[in-house]
């Protein structure tokens, strides 16, 4: 079946540095891949989405990367803020607009 | 404008009871979805509305869950004679037809069933 994993364990990073979320999937090819960042007791909020003929994408301090070789993304925060702690939810989706989400991984940023 | 908004924001209810959980899209919205999110988990997907073309339930985990769109606007969430592992945020999010792919989400519903 279709499984999207990311780290379970919650990242803890000092302020400034650059964070980096993973996520992996399996028996899946998305035709992209979108991060959302949740805070507790919050609906998900929609960051960035990546195409599967797409190597990298920025936005201001964020950068996604797909390769769908590794069936992989990675999410990076460059210059990290107390700000940015927050749950990073990863989904891909296909023709169908159907997302499948990954569990989520924590990220605290210690100022 | 105003976001993707959902009621009741909280829920308690008593195992065996019905429970009605309304969405309301962001006006021009065509598309809405339903998900489930178990405490410390992802997104579970339930059922997709797109336009006037018959809803995807192929999330629906039983028969007592059901949803219903009127035309491109609110839709509720029904669950019959619930269980406790109902329990769980009930999130609902819409997509406008230029970017089907972007979902906007509401703030969810809390279910507790006792």
């Known amino acids: 079946s279709q499984k999207i994993e990311q780290n379970s364990e919650a990242l803890n990073i000092q302020e400034g540095k650059t964070a980096t979320l993973t996520c992996n999937y399996t028996n899946y090819s998305p035709a992209y891949l979108q991060w959302y960042r949740q805070d507790p007791g919050r609906g998900p909020v929609f960051l960035l989405l990546i195409r599967e003929n797409e190597k990298e994408k920025r936005k201001e301090r964020l950068k996604v990367t797909f390769d769908t070789t590794l069936k992989q993304s990675l999410f990076h925060i460059t210059a990290s803020q107390p700000a940015d702690s927050a749950t990073y939810l990863c989904?891909?989706?296909?023709?169908?607009?159907?997302?499948?989400f990954g569990t989520g991984t924590l990220l605290a940023v210690q100022p | 404008g105003a976001g993707v908004s959902q009621s009741p924001s909280n829920k308690v209810t008593e195992k065996g009871k019905d429970v009605e959980l309304r969405c309301d899209p962001i006006?021009?919205?065509?598309?809405l979805y339903w998900y489930r999110q178990r405490l410390g988990q992802g997104l579970e997907f339930l059922i997709y509305f797109q336009g006037n073309s018959a809803p995807d339930k192929s999330g629906l985990p039983s028969d007592r869950f059901s949803a219903e769109r009127t035309g491109e606007s609110v839709s509720t969430l029904t669950i019959q004679r619930t269980q406790q592992e109902d329990s769980a945020v009930y999130l609902c999010?819409?997509?406008?037809?230029?970017?089907?792919?972007?979902?906007?989400f509401g703030p969810g519903t809390r279910l507790l069933v006792l």
């Open positions: 006006s021009g919205h065509t598309a």
């Open positions: 989904a891909v989706g296909g023709a169908t607009n159907k997302l499948i």
């Open positions: 999010a819409s997509s406008p037809r230029v970017s089907l792919e972007t979902q906007y």
